[in-house]
């Protein structure tokens, strides 16, 4: 692993005034850093990591009492909710009787309630119909598809560590690309292009560490700035990981807010009218810091959430068409290298 020391240390205040900023044609080029090869392997390391054959449905917070949280993972239906005792149920999403979309079923004392005729499920096995694993980790809800994965099962998804919610403000992002999970995790194995790509967003960014042709730890390091209000910044060190198929963790290292993560889990939905693949995008953002004013910021999390979940909108709106335009290049047999 290629690491630079660190000179880095926290201000009294949370933010700091940039100076000498560069205008963004002027910030030197990173295309000879970002070497297709070498994210390349690290993709390629990442995709060979175990999942469980685990995935996720959607934010915790979505599971409502009165409807089941349903998604569709390459082409299944599935639904998730809660049974009359609190426990996660999750099962196919297609009635046994005749087919109806159990997503648009009610969920009544803990049954899910087929709309068309009435048919009743507890989530136990009845006609047919068999129950799937699944889990809440308290941010995000996921199911196990055996048959989708065809890996060796877990017991649990690979749920990266993060802020005790106690300590954490969280918001959940979702969105949809036309692409494949792995145009998805290769965006984020691309720490390079971020003050390029998203410069209303990231300055002054610097890949510090990343994986040499020997090392497997894949673990890219970056120093940047996040941008608030004119020259006002935010400096973080953050490291990038990648710790199973279908998911790519930043986790702030250094600087304001260190243990924060931010999640990208990429959930493969199944083609589209025209025949094209298509991904979900979950991002779970956990913030944290230990600084005494953070409780007043805990306690206004219903207001930040909407302003969190729109920054990610924004930079998905840019990373979703980086994606999308790479699976385009490799389905024409087109992509670089």
Known sequence: ?????????????????????????????????????????????????????????????????????????????????????????????????????????????????????????????????????????????????????????????????????????????????????????????????????????FVDLTVVGSPDDHDTDDRFTVDVSFKVVGRFVVPVRAEFTAPEPRTVVMRITEGEGVGSVVETHATPLGPDDRGRPRTAVTEAVVAASDRPGFGFVRRAAPLLRPVMRTAAARLWRDDLAYAERRWQLRSAGRFPG
Not at 170 to 180: I, K, L, P, R
């Open 1 to 201: 692993m290629k690491r630079e020391p660190s000179a880095r240390r926290r201000p009294r205040l949370p933010l700091s005034l940039r100076r000498g900023p560069v205008p963004w044609d002027r910030q030197r080029p990173t295309w000879r850093d970002a070497r297709p090869g070498l994210i390349a392997e690290a993709l390629k390391r990442a995709q060979a990591r175990p999942s469980g054959n685990w995935y996720v449905v959607g934010a915790s917070a979505a599971l409502r009492g009165d409807r089941p949280l349903a998604r569709t993972v390459a082409g299944r239906e599935v639904v998730v909710w809660r049974g009359a005792d609190g426990r996660l149920l999750a099962g196919p999403g297609v009635c046994p009787h005749l087919g109806a979309p159990l997503a648009d079923s009610p969920v009544r004392c803990g049954t899910l309630v087929c709309h068309w005729h009435g048919l009743a499920l507890d989530g136990a096995s009845f006609a047919g119909w068999d129950p799937l694993p699944a889990h809440d980790d308290g941010v995000l809800v996921w199911v196990r598809l055996d048959e989708v994965g065809g890996e060796e099962p877990l017991d649990a998804p690979v749920v990266p560590v993060r802020p005790t919610p106690a300590r954490g403000v969280t918001a959940v992002y979702e969105g949809t690309g036309v692409c494949e999970p792995e145009d998805v995790v290769a965006n984020r194995l691309d720490p390079w292009h971020g003050a390029w790509f998203h410069p209303y967003s």
